[in-house]
């Protein structure tokens, strides 16, 4: 058995073991064996790691089992395999979520200690994580497929862990369906793969592009177009659900209503970096859909300031903090649209730490103050938590992208990337992907001022009894502070300039990111350019400024509805507008289908109609039963006459 | 055949239920705790011996086996001939696995305990018959026969319009029966024999041919069913007994499908591709606007139902679409007939998982409305746990049987054209919709009502069965490879006489 799969099967087999026993053995039982596969799986992605891209070795593919095999020619037999793919790319992903996954794991010990589902919870996180491990080691479509679904499943679930919230299973069921519309065009994407190439593995699909088969084309509703742009915008679009963009996001801030240690590592950390990573694994296909990239461009760009805007209007702490990972996911995708991938991949590994620490800091602040999550209702807490203070600022620093922390490289380098894209509009975007630093300084640091600093709002009785919660807490929050901080050092060089991933195999020497590192030798160059070009850094001072600014006021307005203020609050009140235009004439179809059609123009007039036909003729009928013989002569002979003629005019003998 | 079976198997196979159904029949009032271990040791036998025929069974071959060929009326050249293939072998398993799961599952209280088993057992047998049939008026023969028992269980332990239900789907059938039966002995006699690998259009003038077509269509269409002759399918599920609903759904839908494989496609081939886009139309047709009536459906059991026809949209879409193809291939073809053949059986224990289900809440509660309901989660987590899992196998998640079929009929059906890949894809939001819009209500939210109070998890033995059907749902999604290894020389076969 390959090193790789113990990898899988271990958080896998933590679910099994305790949805099977959990209720059995008890909660230690529980966590323990949960956290203890996630470490497994997390030593054991470190040593794949090492090898494939520390130490460049060549990726391999293991097979676990074949899936379907079918064809008649053995040459271009259908095959499909689930296994698990330990490339570069995959190995520094399992990295991330098993780390990610480790310390949720061991936060939720302290966090979940009073909930009465206690096991099912850890069993959940433990078969997400399987699930997510799944879907980065695909090397096929399918697989990737499955694991895509398998983290929507968990999602569902984690979602409405609190089942019997009528908010909370409104808001899984939401997630789940919105995500399944984007599905639809990852599934049709994946057909048009097959009907191009013949087969639903990466390698070989990239195979065939390097050979050359780089002009098909498809019919898609009559028009002939470009099979690769149709290919990438189809699977975006399927990305668009699951990464959470505009205007497909709508069900990551309802998400928040699940476990907070869930937020961080599913809506935060790890599962809304699925389409990221399927567009970045897909390089080679994107690389050939100048349109499609385009279109990512813009879609990304949208998200990016649209819900850096509405982050800085919200009151419920999580919902400050997922408006915020809605709008990181659409600094990754402005990368991906410029084609700066190791880019993309770079900001969803940093972002993964610092939104994962900054959502933890929230469970810790949520946790202390007994399931509060009004920011209105906080306020001065640096003194009781300092832990969480310090952890909040590292996070918040590396959010906005402060020089030195893991986030400063990574936001700096998709800036820097859209700067050199050279498309029509790369200045327009240049600047608008600025202009979404001032916004993330905002929301940043009117976080972290509304519950850390300032007077408290808090009363002085509450205010006594805040205090920092247990280790199993606070242990995981340092340990998140750590990559949070120095991640973006530690992996500039190797994942940017020596191009680790091994995506620029396939990317051209104008490539954006190229472009934007071609004078930078090292991390310490990339630190001194912060400096030369001043225009981020001063961006984050002027939002903190602002920041500082508006939380200065203890005073909370309620916001007119419509005015600019309440519209930014409500998001835009795309969830009124889906209601109006979506949900309701869904419902409204549904019931005219049922009890006009089935019901009144099916069964009531036609099938009841010739039954009461039936009936009719047959009393009829029953009226030429006379008893009179020569009726039943006459009868006879109209019928021999007519049936003769009708058979000789076919020419049938009889 | 390999080795091992030198006696009668198929034979034996479809008259051992039936002989232990009339046993059952005949047990005296005084031995009548005797019933249900008769009824279990005559399903298991019957399990055990088509498990018997599937190890004995050479999946790599397309041909007929275990061939049983005798004359029959010599006058007619009709002949008692028994077969199997790598498509009648699977469904027969699913015949033989659904009765047992019925019998074991079965609610002692209700009348006649004796009389509704002894229908089953018959029922199986006779489904076998059809699987199993090679000459097409043994077939027809069967496949009239396996109207009679259902028509009882719905007449007998329905609900309050049992009678209304019963005559309609009686009629309904048996209208398309008819019109088969015709066809039958016209494609017979001119072919001068009435097996159905020897059945012939050659000599019939086109406009004939299409007719003979069409009888066979609607027919099976009717049985599928196919809209806009589903509506039998919603009263009869509702009024029927649990069991009466898990074997119409899991096994005699799939009567429809299976005919169409063995008489439309094989016999009338340049007939089939001028329906194609006419069949198509409709299985579309089925996937979406039946998932939207599915939506507004307040009783469980006919929102099951419906679900049922949207899922059995794909089977007609799969098997039709290839006519469609431009160009053709032979692999997508293959591709999209598999996930037919699939869905097929996955449905069948989906649904039936589905029905035993609700069937055990209404037990509990004398309700099956999902406004009743709300807070099962609570009231019985076990239970909960496993329809929703079934729920989700309902909605095609990948790693569940349910996902096959749907995945491999969309993706071959992007070669006819994109709008076709496209409508069928809606599936994946309209299924989630109506069963999570039904799981959210029942299972979920608070216990609010007097009849969620009265629930409580299942017992042992059923926990035995649905994780029976649970294991099978997961390992024919992860390795479909096992099935469709067995369909793939059958599907070949029919393909190359269909184009």
Known sequence: MDLSFIILLAPLLAAILVALFGNRFGRRFSHLVTSTSVLIALILSCILFSRVFV???????????????????????IRISIGVFVGPLSTLMMI????????????????????????????????????????????????????????????????????TKQSATVASLKAFLVNRVSDIGLVLGVAVVFYCFHTFEFAEVFAQISAGETAKQVNIFGYTVSAFDAIAILLFIGAMGKSAQFPLHV???????????????????????????????????????????SFILVVGTITAISMGFVAILQYDIKRIVAYSTISQLGYMVIGLGVSAYSASIFHLVTHAFFKALMFLVAGAVILALHHKQDVKGMGGLYKKMPISFICSVVAALALVGFPGTSGFFSKELIIEAVHNSGGDYAQLFYVLALFGVLLTSIYSFRFVFLVFLGKTRLSDKDYDHVHEPAKSVTIPLVLLAIPALLSGVVLFDSLILNNALNIGAYVDKSNSLLLATSEIDGWGDMLLSAVKHPAALILILLGAGIAWFITKSTEFKQYKPFSIQGVLSNGYYLDELYKIFVVRPVHIAASIAHKVFDVTVIDKILVNGIAVLVDKSSRLLKKSQ?????????????????FGWLSIRNGVVL | MIAGINFP???????????????????????????LPIAIIGSVLTLLLALLLWSDFDATSGALQMVERFSWIQLLNIEYYLAIDGISLPLILLTT????????????????FKLYLA????????????????????FYLFWELSLIPLLLLIGIWGGERRKYAAIKFFLYTFFGSVLMLIALIYLGSNSGSFAIEDLTIKGISPFYQQLLFMFFLIAFAIKVPMWPVHTWLPDAHVQAPTGGSVILAAVMLKLGGYGMLRFNLPIFNSVSADFAMFVIVLSLIAIVYISFVALSQKDMKSLIAYSSIAHMGFVTLGIFVIFQFKPFDADTAALAIN???????????????????VGYLYKLTGTKMIADFGGVAQKAPVFAAFFVFFAFANVALPGTSGFVGEFLVIIASFRANFLIALISALTMVLGASYTLFMIKRVIFGPVTTDAVSRVKDICFIDKCIYGFIAVLVLLLGLRPVILIEMFQPVVEKIIKLAI
């Open chain 1, 55 to 77: 130490a460049q070795q060549s990726s391999y593919y293991v097979e676990m089992f074949r899936w379907l095999d079918i064809g008649a020619l053995d040459a271009m037999r």
């Open chain 1, 96 to 163: 991330v979520v098993c780390f990610v996954s480790f310390c949720v794991h061991v936060f939720s010990i302290g966090y979940m200690s009073e909930d009465e589902s206690y096991n099912r919870f850890f069993c959940y996180i433990a078969f997400f994580t399987f699930s997510m491990l799944v879907l980065v080691a695909a090397n096929n479509f399918l697989q990737l497929f499955i694991g895509w679904e398998a983290v929507g499943l968990s999602s569902y679930l984690l979602i409405g862990f609190w089942f």
């Open chain 1, 251 to 293: 069900w990551l801030p309802d998400s928040m209503e699940g476990p907070t240690p869930i937020s961080a590592l599913i809506h935060a950390a790890t599962m809304v970096t699925a389409g990221v990573f399927m567009v970045a694994r897909l390089a080679p296909i994107y690389e050939l859909a100048d349109i499609a990239r």
């Open chain 1, 626 to 642: 006379t008893g009179y013989v020569y009726h039943y002569l006459l009868a006879m002979l109209v019928f021999v006459v007519v």
């Open chain 2, 9 to 35: 198997a198929l034979s034996i196979i479809v008259f051992l239920p039936i002989i232990f159904g009339v046993v059952l029949c005949l047990i005296p009032e005084r031995y009548k705790n005797l019933t």
């Open chain 2, 97 to 112: 696995i659904t009765t047992i799961i019925i019998i074991v599952t079965a609610d002692r209280t209700i009348e006649d």
């Open chain 2, 119 to 138: 229908l089953f057992l018959l029922l199986e047998g006779i489904l076998i018959g059809v699987f199993a049939a090679q000459d097409s008026i043994l």
């Open chain 2, 339 to 357: 996930g037919a053949v699939f869905q097929m059986v996955s449905h069948g224990l989906i649904s039936a998982a589905l029905f035993l289900g």
